[in-house]
């Protein structure tokens, strides 16, 4: 007995040592985009050659774009770890310009990505997309809408303005409002968020986890690995100076550091 319970041991220590040995190393740039345009307006503008460039490397260079949903499903234990190469695309504030600029170059390409959408600027903002627009992008199959709260606070300057009490009724309305809001008008569901300004804490994270959101999403410039925290995952903010060598080192983990105005 006791020498088929030493073998047994063994070969389960082995077996472990085997897995561990070939478990895969995940590092998945999740690489954010807000406007793009033909020249730089501001410091979130993107240029749309530049644009087009970074979806031509990805092409050229083997990288696989994968849906946010399936880095997330990962995280969750709930399926396969990404491709080496893997990369994902995102997008916040649903600016018109993805609708009139991104697109096209999306539809070429056939990439998935995920636009963090708050309702309140939807049909009403000059600068944002419209519900009918929104429903278009997702009807191709390869947009996916999900949560940026209901209307972009700075929930740093609302936490020094708001009572405790009524600062915790903010926060929980804007998380709870803008999944409705997105589900109603758009179809779910609606369990991402990413934070305004990339602000979050440890509260933020509890109140966007009693809101029902599986993963939300910083802004952070680094690939996301194995060791990350489903509740919170980083994301690299582009700017137009993230083109040729500096694109490159940046999908090869050898991000420039900038200090970028949001």
Known sequence: MFRFVFVLLLLVSLSSSVSAAVAPEVSVPILLYHR????????????????ESHMKYLHDNGYKVIPLRQLVQWYQGKGAAPAPKSVVLVEDDAHKTVYSDMLPIIRKYRYPVTIFVY???????????????LRALKKTGLFDIQSHTYWHPNFKREKRKLAPAAYDKLVMEQLLKSRKKLEQEVGGPVDLL????????????QKAKEAGF????????????????????????????????????????NAVKRNVAY
């Open 214 to 253: 599986v993963s939300t999403f910083s802004i952070e410039r680094r690939h996301a690995t194995a060791k990350e925290k489903l509740q919170i995952l980083p994301r690299y903010l582009l700017v137009n100076a993230d083109k040729e060598k500096a694109f490159a080192q940046l999908m090869q983990g």
């Open 119 to 133: 309702p309140s600027a939807i049909s009403n903002a000059k600068y944002a997309m419209t519900w009918d627009q």
């Open 36 to 51: 793009f345009g033909p020249t730089v307006a501001d410091g979130m503008t993107i240029t749309t050659p530049v644009f």
């Open 194 to 205: 990413a934070w305004p300004f990339g602000i979050y804490d440890d509260h933020l994270l």
